[in-house]
């Protein structure tokens, strides 16, 4: 697909490409869990709300900060970016981050239906923020 923005082609990223990226990312933040967790065990009963506040930093920080920023570890591993839908070479706003995450976490693996219905291959997640996942 060309874009008019840019005058490059684009290639969209398939299902399985967002598959394994998630797949991917979802080991590295079990590990990072697993780690933060033996860490804090070594500690003589910690606070709870230090647990508390890694769990929330690891889930709610990693994926929209990465991606507003660059990218989370399985779309490097993948060469998948999210781009805006209107000029894909720049990355979403951190504010748009969170709302498709948020969007992307209460619907789940039915976000993803609505990919093969559009040609830039968007999720309901990516269809709210205008945002396309791209290979680069």
Known sequence: MLDSATHTTINYCSLSDRVKSI??????????????????DMFNNPPVWARVALFIAIWFLYEPVCVAY???IGQYIMHIRVRSAKDTTKHIH????????????????????SLAFNKQRQAVHDLAVESVMIKV
């Open 23 to 40: 797949f991917i990312d979802s080991f590295f933040i079990i590990m990072a869990m697993l780690l933060f967790s033996t860490v804090l």
């Open 70 to 72: 660059g990218c989370t």
């Open 94 to 113: 951190i504010v748009l981050s969170y709302i498709r995450y948020i969007i992307k976490i209460l619907l789940g693996w039915l976000s993803f239906l």
